[in-house]
Structures are given as C-alpha cells and as structure tokens.
C-alpha cells in the first residue's frame, strides 16, 4: 500500500525499454534508488545465449587484463542478443572491438562462435567499479543486503530493503554517481544455511 501512494505521489520515472523504475532519481547530494519488480533476464527464453555466454567470458578475460581501459562486459537482453564491450579510453576501443571466437561441445556436436561485440563508452572503468565495490566502507551500512557492479548502467549497486535518505547523502558524499541503491522492500538478508 505504501509503494502504491509513493508510486502516485512522487511521481517515479518509468525507463523506456527496462523493467526499472526510478523511485528517486540523482541529485548533487544524493545516489539514485530505483526499484526493479523482475529482471528482464527472467522474461526471455535462454534459446541461442550459450555462444554469447561464452565470448562474454572472453570479454570478461580482456577486461580483467586492461581494467584501466575496459569497463566489465555484459550481455545486452532487449531484442536480439548482443555482447556490450564498454571501454573508457581509446586503447580500450581498440581493444574491446576484435570479434571473440571460439567453439563448445554441445549435444555430441561441436559449436564455433564469431561474435562482433558492440562497443560503448562508458564512464568508470573495470578497476574503479572494483575499487568501490570492494572498498571497506561501502557493506558497512546496517540497511545494506548486498552489493555488486551493475555492468549495464557502468555502476556499483547497494540493495536494500529499507528506504533511507541518509544512506542516499552518505553514499553521493563518499563516491559521487558511481553508487546507486536498489530498493527491494521485499528483500532479505542471504544467510548460510
């Protein structure tokens, strides 16, 4: 019932093409929330992702190996699919663009892949997306469930369950637009069983 009247009255900005709603865009002193009712990887059928699942790995490979220059890789959902190699400097354009190749066994048969990534620029590069990810302070907050590097949108996301502006000040005042919450007011804390 709460979500329903903010919904109403704060008037959240729906993206086109994406399952997000943006609850509370950025500002100078504040990170974004957005609020994500089901990913759009769970509304597609898996059928001809496994040669994308493989040249992703590679892409992931060449990130690791120039994290100055690239930013991670990820498999784009909407439409067709398509491997997204961001890069941050001009070398990273040179070297997130050659067609990654390989080839699988799959059902006694083997399977060769070429696949042109398309290539983005982007602004934080693979080795500050990690830098802040796994930095000291970011899993401190006692609202945080989690986090991880949202390569899409080129950002490191803290989930929460909790809707928090102090959280939203702190983490604008610490890393600038590099963090952004994603509210679940669903979401639980993961424990080991």
């Given at each position: 019932?709460?979500?329903?009247?903010?919904?109403?009255?704060?008037?959240?900005?729906?993206?086109?093409?994406?399952?997000?709603?943006?609850?509370?865009?950025?500002?100078?002193?504040?990170?974004?929330?957005?609020?994500?009712p089901v990913s759009p990887v769970?509304?597609?059928?898996?059928?001809?992702?496994e040669p994308f699942n493989r040249?992703?790995?590679?892409?992931?490979?060449?990130?690791?190996?120039?994290?100055?220059?690239?930013?991670?890789?990820?498999?784009?959902?909407?439409?067709?699919?398509?491997?997204?190699?961001?890069?941050?400097?001009?070398?990273?354009?040179?070297?997130?663009?050659?067609?990654?190749?390989?080839?699988?066994?799959?059902?006694?048969?083997?399977?060769?892949?070429?696949?042109?990534?398309?290539?983005?620029?982007?602004?934080?590069?693979h080795a500050t997306l990690s830098?802040?990810?796994?930095?000291?302070?970011?899993?401190?907050?006692?609202?945080?469930?989690?986090?991880?590097?949202?390569?899409?949108?080129?950002?490191?996301?803290?989930?929460?369950?909790?809707?928090?502006?102090?959280?939203?000040?702190?983490?604008?005042?610490?890393?600038?637009?590099?963090?952004?919450?994603?509210?679940?007011?669903?979401?639980?804390?993961?424990?080991?069983?």
């Amino acid at each position: 019932m709460v979500l329903l009247i903010y919904a109403v009255t704060a008037a959240p900005l729906f993206l086109p093409g994406e399952l997000r709603v943006v609850v509370q865009p950025a500002t100078n002193d504040a990170a974004e929330v957005y609020y994500e009712p089901v990913s759009p990887v769970m509304l597609r059928s898996y059928e001809g992702i496994e040669p994308f699942n493989r040249a992703q790995l590679l892409a992931e490979q060449r990130a690791e190996a120039y994290p100055d220059d690239l930013a991670p890789p990820y498999i784009a959902h909407g439409g067709p699919y398509r491997l997204v190699a961001p890069y941050v400097t001009a070398r990273g354009r040179a070297l997130a663009a050659p067609v990654l190749s390989g080839a699988y066994w799959s059902e006694g048969k083997q399977v060769r892949y070429d696949i042109v990534p398309e290539v983005r620029r982007v602004a934080n590069t693979h080795a500050t997306l990690s830098r802040v990810l796994h930095s000291d302070e970011l899993l401190d907050e006692p609202a945080a469930l989690g986090a991880g590097i949202d390569e899409e949108t080129n950002r490191v996301v803290i989930e929460t369950n909790t809707f928090n502006q102090d959280l939203r000040h702190k983490l604008a005042k610490r890393y600038g637009g590099i963090v952004v919450v994603k509210w679940d007011p669903l979401g639980q804390r993961m424990t080991l069983l």
